[in-house]
């Protein structure tokens, strides 16, 4: 199975930061790479996919970029609505497998 | 409106056993990629199952044999039988369309989520 591995697990940001996330996968994976965010007793919701691509209605302070093994999530200009849990997934090959999360707090 | 509604879930004692139901409106179960992804509390995201639209089925190395996804046509609806359930299995399941890869049409991203159900499994 390919493994995925984000970093930070954790990160402190305020209002109007821009942040990045980090995703590796353990082999090349092209840019089968997804975004998704949750957040506390809710289910993920898809915010980029095909490492760039953006998904119909998710704002554009958002953005992907990476190809091979590693990834990044970045935005821009954070709102209060972001602060939330990201989470990375190869859609390479089967089974599909995550990332353990990153939480984004205040 | 796109939606699945997730049903089925609650307590159970490890070695029993459960069905899942996802109810999907606005599109058909049957011409998709249908998935089951589980998230265990205060955990991350694990991939459970998917049932393509050929019927082809596949099953993460830790529920093979236990678990069994399949789909109601006429009902629109998919269900994910689970047996001999443990400890381990413990979390709020989810079902998933997965939409399919622009260049190849493998399954892709999960761009449809229901709300998930909570499986219990405890003595």
């Known amino acids: 199975d390919i493994q995925m591995t984000q970093s930070p697990s954790s990160l402190s940001a305020s209002v109007g930061d821009r942040v990045t996330i980090t995703c590796r996968a353990s082999?090349?994976?092209?840019?089968?790479l997804n975004w998704y965010q949750q957040k506390p007793g809710k289910a993920p919701k898809l915010l980029i996919y095909?490492?760039?691509s953006l998904q119909s209605g998710v704002p554009s302070s958002f953005s992907g970029s990476g190809s091979g093994t590693d990834f990044t999530l970045t935005i821009s200009s954070l709102q209060p609505e972001d602060f939330a849990t990201y989470y990375c997934?190869?859609?390479?090959?089967?089974?599909?497998?995550f990332g353990q999360g990153t939480k984004l707090e205040i | 409106e796109v939606q699945l509604v997730e049903s089925g879930g609650g307590l159970v004692q490890p070695g029993g056993s459960l069905r899942l139901s996802c109810a999907a409106s606005?599109?058909?179960?049957?011409?998709?990629?249908m998935n089951w992804v589980r998230q265990a509390p205060g955990k991350g995201l694990e991939w459970v199952s998917i049932?393509?639209?050929?019927?082809?089925?596949y099953y993460a190395a830790s529920v093979k044999g236990r678990f069994t996804i399949s789909r109601a046509n006429s009902k629109n609806t998919l269900h994910l039988q689970m047996n001999s359930l443990r400890a381990e299995d413990t979390a709020v399941y989810y079902c998933?369309?997965?939409?399919?890869?622009?260049?190849?049409?493998?399954?892709?991203?999960?761009?449809?989520w229901g709300q998930g159900t909570m499986v219990t499994v405890s003595s």
């Open positions: 049932i393509y639209s050929g019927g082809s089925t």
């Open positions: 082999q090349s994976i092209s840019t089968y």
């Open positions: 606005g599109f058909t179960v049957r011409s998709n990629y």
């Open positions: 095909a490492a760039s």
């Open positions: 997934q190869q859609s390479y090959s089967t089974p599909p497998t």
């Open positions: 998933a369309r997965a939409t399919p890869n622009d260049d190849n049409g493998d399954p892709g991203p999960f761009d449809i």
